[in-house]
C-alpha cells in the first residue's frame, strides 16, 4: 500500500470509490470542490490502483475529516487506519489543535477505528444522513492534537 496526496484529477475515481462504499455518497462536483487551500486529500494505492482516500478540512486550529472512504473490496485490510493516521499527522503538521468528524450511528466499524485512533464522542445531530428509509443521526467525534 501507498499513500500519496492527490490532485483534482483523481475526483472521478473518488467518486467511483465513494458510490461503491457509501450508500449515499459525496457527488463528484462535491468531491472536486475538495480542492483548494483549505483542504488536503490523500489516497492509498494498492498496485497502482486507488483503493481509497481521506479528506481534510482545515481552518486555522480546527480541522475536520470531511471523508474517509475505502473500497468495500479493500476493507478489512488497514487501509482506513493508513488513511486516518495520515490525516492525524497531517492535521498535527498544520498545527490543528483539534481533529472533528461526523460518523454515521449505524457505522460502527468506522467508530471503532475513531475510538481506537483516541476520538471520543462530542455530541450528535438527529436525523442528519438520508437513508434508504428516511434519516439516522450523525455522531459528532473530535480528537485533542
Do not use: W
Not at 9 to 34: D, Q, R
Not at 45 to 52: K, P, R, T, V, W
Request: contains cysteine; hydrophobic residues 40%; negative net charge.
Amino acid at each position: 500500500m501507498n499513500l500519496v496526496a492527490l490532485s483534482g484529477n483523481s475526483s472521478s475515481e473518488m467518486a467511483l470509490i465513494a458510490a461503491s462504499a457509501h450508500s449515499h455518497p459525496m457527488t463528484e462536483s462535491t468531491i472536486k470542490s475538495c480542492f483548494g487551500e483549505l483542504y488536503s486529500c490523500v489516497g492509498i494505492y494498492q498496485n497502482d490502483a486507488l483503493c481509497g482516500f481521506a479528506i481534510l478540512h482545515q481552518i486555522f486550529e480546527d480541522a475536520t475529516l470531511m471523508d474517509i472512504c475505502v473500497e468495500p473490496v479493500h476493507q478489512g485490510k488497514g487501509y482506513g487506519k493508513a488513511l486516518l493516521d495520515n490525516v492525524i499527522s497531517l492535521a498535527r503538521k498544520k498545527d490543528a489543535e483539534v481533529l472533528m468528524l461526523e460518523v454515521r450511528e449505524s457505522a460502527v466499524g468506522a467508530q471503532a477505528l475513531y475510538v481506537r485512533a483516541g476520538f471520543e464522542r462530542s455530541g450528535g445531530r438527529k436525523g442528519y444522513y438520508k437513508t434508504d428509509s428516511g434519516t439516522e443521526d450523525a455522531i459528532l467525534m473530535s480528537l485533542a492534537l
